[in-house]
């Protein structure tokens, strides 16, 4: 599988930006999804992940009820919506895939993304 993530850019805070994570390989409707994401001079951290089937999600909760995730099985996407952003969401964003179940934890993504900034202006 490999990914690719888009939809990044700056926007002022309390505005909305949607993240795509777009997926290569005839198996992504059997990979559970994720977003993590990167702030300047902190590790990557969990934000938000939706399992295979994409009935069941997962949210950090920083992000609850602000990011929503979900995925497009026939255009192999999955997205992260993000309202009412914050300077504090200013981070790289980064997709990945885990072909066992959906989970808040890196080492059990096998396949990463190149990661999309957001940057949020106050």
């Known amino acids: 599988v490999q990914l690719q993530a888009s939809g990044g850019g700056l926007v002022q805070a309390g505005g909305s930006l949607r993240l795509s994570c777009a997926a290569s390989?005839?198996?992504?409707?059997?990979?559970?999804m994720g977003w993590f994401r990167q702030a300047p001079g902190k590790e990557r951290e969990f934000v938000a992940a939706?399992?295979?089937?994409?009935?069941?999600?997962l949210y950090a909760d920083s992000v609850k009820g602000q990011f929503t995730i979900s995925r497009d099985y026939a255009k192999k996407l999955v997205y992260l919506q993000m309202n009412s952003l914050k300077p504090e969401d200013t981070a790289v964003y980064y997709c990945?895939?885990?072909?066992?179940?959906?989970?808040?934890?890196?080492?059990?993504?096998?396949?990463w993304g190149q990661g999309t900034q957001v940057t949020v202006s106050s």
């Open positions: 990945a895939a885990d072909p066992a179940h959906y989970s808040a934890y890196e080492h059990e993504y096998d396949y």
């Open positions: 390989g005839r198996t992504f409707s059997m990979y559970a």
């Open positions: 939706i399992e295979w089937g994409g009935s069941s999600t």
